[in-house]
C-alpha cells in the first residue's frame, strides 16, 4: 500500500464530499424504474432523463460522454482502446417504490450523514462515486497504464435487457468491475431464474382480488385479498383474527365499496439475501386458508399459496441443492397476480453455480402438476464466474484487507450484478464495509426494523462509508497498473 498517495487521495475525497452528495441527490430525485412498456423506448422517460442527468454530471466533471440509444452510457476520454481498457459499470433505474416509506422516496433528505431515497445506495450512489474516483486519479495525476471508463445502464432491476442489448452491438472492455455488490472480489454470482405458478383453477365468485409484491427480486411487505360482502365470511375473518394473537405478522381486515380487504404485512428485502424477511404472501395465504367459511376451492388455492411461499430454500417446490462454491440455491415467491380468475405466483430462483437449470425446471413442473398449477420459465440468467486464478482476485481483496484491517476472502453471491453480461467481469464494493457504533446508533434513530436497506422501504446511502470505500477503489485502481487485465489463453 502506497501511504502517500493514500494521504493525497483521502485529502481529495474529503474536500469533494458535499459537491459528490449534491451530484447523488440530483440522480435520486428522478423516479428511474425501469418500464419498457411505457411507449417511450427503451426504459421509460424517467431512465431517459436519469441517463441525460448522469451524463450532464459526467461533461461538468470534465469528461466526454456518448449516449448509447440510452440503453447504456459512457463516461470517459474521447479515444478509446478497448483491448486496454477497465471499465466500472453501476446502473441508475431503480426497483419500485413498495411500501412503508417513513420519508419520501424521490425527495431525497440528508440526516446526520445518511442520505436518504430511492436508489442512494443500489446504485445511484456508487454510480456517482465511480465517475469522483476516475476525477481524483486524473486531479492527483496518478499515472494509469490502463485506460478508465464509466458506463451506466437503465435496466439492471428488471432484466439487464441494457446490457445484452450493448453487448450485441458494441465493444466490451478488457476487464470489467462492477460497483454494486459488497467487498472484496465477488468472483462469481449464481444463475437467476425466473418464472409464474398459474393455478389450474379459479377462484370463486366470492374472491374479488388478490395481490401481493411489486418487483421481481424483492421479498413483498404486502399483500392483499378482496371479498364480496358476507357476514358470516367477516365474523369469522375477525374472530381468527383475534384468536391468532399478538405475536403473529400484522393482518388487519376492513370494508370496502366491494365487501371486505385483508391486508397482511411482512418486510421487504432483497430476494437474493432473503433471511430475515417476512413474505407478506405466505402470512396472507396462511391466514385465510383456515377460514372454513371459504369455499374448498379458495381454500385449497390459499393453501397452495402458502406452502410455496413458506420457505426460501426450494424445498417445497423439490429443487433444494447446495455446492461448496456458492452456497444454497434460494426460491423466493415475489410476486402475487391474477391471470382472469386464476391466481398466478411469481418465483424469483438464485441457484447455486454448480446446479443445473434443467433439473430446476423439471422439479418446478413436477412441483406445479402435484398443487395443481403450471410452470412457466420466463427468464434464466446463468451464473457467472470470474477466474479466481486472476492474480486481480488475490491483489484487490489483500489490498482491501491492508486498507481497513479485515481478514475477508474473496466470494461468491446470490445477487445479481452486470458482470453476468460482460466477458471478464467481476464484483468489487462498494458495499459490505464495517460499521461503527456512531453508525449504528444513527439507523437506529433514523430508521424501524427491516427498513434503510436497498431494495427496502427508507433506503440509506452511508455517505461516512461511501467515502470511505471510494478511497479504497481509488487506490485498488492506481494497484491494477501492473496487473493483466486477462488471462494468457
Known sequence: ????????????????????????????????????????????????????????????????????????????????????????????????????????????????????????????????????????????????????????????????????????????????????????????????????????????????????????????????????????????????LEDRGKDKPAVSIKRTNEGLEVTAEGTAKHSAFPEGSCNAIHELAAFLEEIQELGETDRTLFETLAFLSEEYYGANTGISYEDEVSGKTTCAATVLTMDGRRPVLHLNIRYAITDDPDRIQDGLRRAAKEQGMDWKTERDSGPNYFPREHPAVKLLTDLYNEMTGEKTESFVMGGGTYARKLPNAFAYGVGGMRETDEDVQAKKRLFLPGHGGAHEPDEGLNVRQLLEALKIYAMSVAALNDCPLKLPE
Not at 419520501?104 to 450523514?113: G, M, R, W
Not at 486524473?138 to 432491476?157: A, I, N, Q, T, Y
Not at 465477488?186 to 409464474?196: A, D
Request: hydrophobic share 40%; net charge negative.
Open 1 to 240: 500500500m502506497d501511504r502517500e498517495l493514500y494521504r493525497k487521495i483521502d485529502a481529495w475525497f474529503e474536500a469533494h464530499r458535499e459537491e459528490l452528495i449534491r451530484d447523488i441527490i440530483r440522480l435520486v430525485r428522478i423516479p428511474s424504474v425501469s418500464d419498457p412498456a411505457s411507449g417511450t423506448v427503451p426504459f421509460g422517460a424517467a431512465c431517459r432523463r436519469a441517463m441525460d442527468e448522469m451524463l450532464e454530471i459526467g461533461r461538468e466533471h470534465g469528461f466526454v460522454t456518448e449516449n448509447y440509444d440510452y440503453y447504456v452510457g459512457r463516461i470517459g476520454s474521447a479515444e478509446k482502446n478497448w483491448d486496454n481498457m477497465i471499465g466500472f459499470w453501476n446502473h441508475l433505474d431503480v426497483v419500485p417504490v413498495g411500501n412503508g416509506w417513513e420519508y419520501e422516496p424521490f425527495e431525497p433528505v440528508f440526516k446526520e450523514h445518511f442520505l436518504i431515497g430511492r436508489g442512494a445506495q443500489d446504485n445511484k450512489g456508487p454510480a456517482i462515486g465511480m465517475l469522483y474516483v476516475m476525477q481524483c486519479l486524473r486531479e492527483l495525476s496518478v499515472p494509469m497504464k490502463h485506460e478508465l471508463s464509466l458506463f451506466v445502464g437503465c435496466d439492471e432491476e428488471r432484466g439487464m435487457e441494457d446490457l445484452a442489448w450493448y453487448a450485441a452491438h458494441h465493444p466490451c472492455p478488457a476487464m470489467s468491475m462492477i460497483a454494486d455488490s459488497g467487498f472484496p472480489v465477488c468472483y462469481g454470482e449464481k444463475g437467476i431464474l425466473e418464472g409464474q405458478m398459474a393455478a389450474c383453477r379459479e377462484w370463486s365468485d366470492a374472491v374479488v382480488s388478490c395481490s401481493g409484491g411489486s418487483a421481481g427480486n424483492m421479498i413483498p411487505d404486502r399483500a392483499c385479498a378482496g371479498f364480496r360482502q358476507d357476514k358470516n365470511l367477516e365474523e369469522a375473518l375477525r374472530k381468527h
